[in-house]
């Protein structure tokens, strides 16, 4: 099935959620171009002496705790647009969408990594976003939301003496009444003329990689049950020209290691170049996150961008460990891969100067 995924020259993503905001710190590695979406705002000529523009609060996205990435692949002329994810909750989602003035209209697929609410959320407003976006004229129809056929009732946590219930994710016919095309599906599959693949079910291989701990699932008969390992969790992979696989990950309860070694399994010989999203470290001992720090050693990726749940000591391990492969993944940033060499990053006045609008 990989050898069908189609190489692409440029992967463009832009974080609409994630846990953290940094409209000021820049990407030290040269081979991401980022761009904040911290604009300037023109103020009337003369009304405070010589300054021309003011810096508005109310222009900076918010942090949630979540993940969603609107990810456009670019092959030639060709170009197609990818939503991974879509954060915790409706509000959240529509205004880092507003702040960051993203276009939605080109969104042709919404893959949801797994049933979780913090990744589920915000789907029914964003399929109403990306069909208002669009256009009378706009050949592409209703997104499609590729889901995996296994919808909990509820998803929760062994707290101990009681049982954490989280929200219920939205419903299949929430997701359709909100003008999506529901696609349930557990195996691997490209989308979008093979430029992401998305996979099935990922193998668990690694001893220390074990799901999430205490992780339950209500039957609907009065009972919850043991849900540890998160079967229907699936990652998106694309294939960056003379660079190789671009693994984005949702929450990696399967565990990131194992994550990345099923896509090279799948990748048909192409090596790891990025690994995007949440790794899931932020309650890992120090084994756990020694052992996976080893694991994605010695696949040698050039470029791990860790978000949402990965937690900041696993993310100060790769800076340690891992020099020069560290990108952050804020809310309100765009990230640009490019599989022409690598592109110094633009200085931070060039960002703002490229994201100002104009009050009306």
């Given at each position: 099935?990989?050898?069908?995924?189609?190489?692409?020259?440029?992967?463009?993503?832009?974080?609409?959620?994630?846990?953290?905001?940094?409209?000021?710190?820049?990407?030290?590695?040269?081979?991401?171009?980022?761009?904040?979406?911290?604009?300037?705002?023109?103020?009337?000529?003369?009304?405070?002496?010589?300054?021309?523009?003011?810096?508005?609060?109310?222009?900076?996205?918010?942090?949630?705790?979540?993940?969603?990435?609107?990810?456009t692949a670019a092959s030639?002329?060709?170009?197609?647009?990818?939503?991974?994810?879509?954060?915790?909750?409706?509000?959240?989602?529509?205004?880092?969408?507003?702040?960051?003035?993203?276009?939605?209209?080109?969104?042709?697929?919404?893959?949801?990594?797994?049933?979780?609410?913090?990744?589920?959320?915000?789907?029914?407003?964003?399929?109403?976003?990306?069909?208002?976006?669009?256009?009378?004229?706009?050949?592409?129809?209703?997104?499609?939301?590729?889901?995996?056929?296994?919808?909990?009732?509820?998803?929760?946590?062994?707290?101990?003496?009681?049982?954490?219930?989280?929200?219920?994710?939205?419903?299949?016919?929430?997701?359709?009444?909100?003008?999506?095309?529901?696609?349930?599906?557990?195996?691997?599959?490209?989308?979008?003329?093979?430029?992401?693949?998305?996979?099935?079910?990922?193998?668990?291989?690694?001893?220390?990689?074990?799901?999430?701990?205490?992780?339950?699932?209500?039957?609907?008969?009065?009972?919850?049950?043991?849900?540890?390992?998160?079967?229907?969790?699936?990652?998106?992979?694309?294939?960056?020209?003379?660079?190789?696989?671009?693994?984005?990950?949702?929450?990696?309860?399967?565990?990131?290691?194992?994550?990345?070694?099923?896509?090279?399994?799948?990748?048909?010989?192409?090596?790891?170049?990025?690994?995007?999203?949440?790794?899931?470290?932020?309650?890992?001992?120090?084994?756990?996150?020694?052992?996976?720090?080893?694991?994605?050693?010695?696949?040698?990726?050039?470029?791990?961008?860790?978000?949402?749940?990965?937690?900041?000591?696993?993310?100060?391990?790769?800076?340690?460990?891992?020099?020069?492969?560290?990108?952050?993944?804020?809310?309100g940033t765009k990230y640009t891969?490019?599989?022409?060499?690598?592109?110094?990053?633009?200085?931070?006045?060039?960002?703002?100067?490229?994201?100002?609008?104009?009050?009306?």
């Open positions: 099935m990989f050898t069908m995924l189609r190489d692409v020259d440029t992967i463009d993503i832009q974080v609409l959620v994630d846990n953290e905001i940094d409209p000021i710190s820049k990407s030290q590695s040269p081979a991401v171009v980022d761009a904040t979406s911290f604009r300037l705002t023109e103020l009337p000529r003369g009304s405070r002496g010589p300054a021309a523009m003011e810096m508005r609060m109310d222009n900076i996205c918010c942090g949630a705790h979540g993940l969603s990435l609107m990810i030639g002329e060709t170009k197609h647009t990818l939503l991974f994810d879509a954060g915790p909750e409706e509000d959240v989602f529509e205004r880092n969408v507003k702040r960051s003035r993203t276009d939605l209209s080109g969104v042709e697929h919404v893959h949801l990594s797994h049933w979780h609410r913090d990744h589920s959320g915000g789907i029914p407003r964003a399929v109403r976003l990306i069909n208002a976006a669009r256009k009378e004229e706009n050949p592409l129809g209703q997104p499609t939301v590729d889901v995996h056929p296994d919808r909990p009732i509820y998803r929760g946590f062994n707290a101990g003496p009681f049982i954490a219930s989280l929200e219920a994710d939205p419903t299949f016919e929430e997701i359709e009444s909100a003008g999506g095309n529901v696609v349930k599906n557990d195996q691997s599959h490209t989308v979008l003329d093979g430029m992401f693949m998305v996979s099935g079910e990922v193998p668990r291989k690694t001893e220390y990689e074990v799901g999430f701990p205490r992780g339950m699932r209500f039957t609907g008969k009065g009972e919850w049950v043991p849900d540890e390992l998160i079967k229907d969790e699936r990652f998106v992979v694309c294939k960056l020209r003379e660079k190789g696989l671009v693994v984005f990950a949702g929450c990696s309860h399967p565990g990131i290691v194992n994550i990345c070694r099923h896509a090279l399994e799948l990748g048909g010989g192409a090596p790891l170049y990025a690994v995007i999203g949440g790794f899931h470290l932020a309650d890992g001992d120090a084994a756990k996150l020694e052992s996976s720090i080893n694991g994605l050693k010695a696949l040698t990726p050039q470029i791990l961008m860790p978000g949402h749940c990965t937690g900041w000591r696993f993310k100060f391990k790769i800076e340690q460990e891992m020099a020069g492969s560290l990108v952050p993944c804020f809310s891969l490019n599989a022409d060499g690598m592109q110094e990053g633009q200085n931070l006045l060039k960002d703002l100067k490229s994201f100002q609008s104009k009050d009306k």
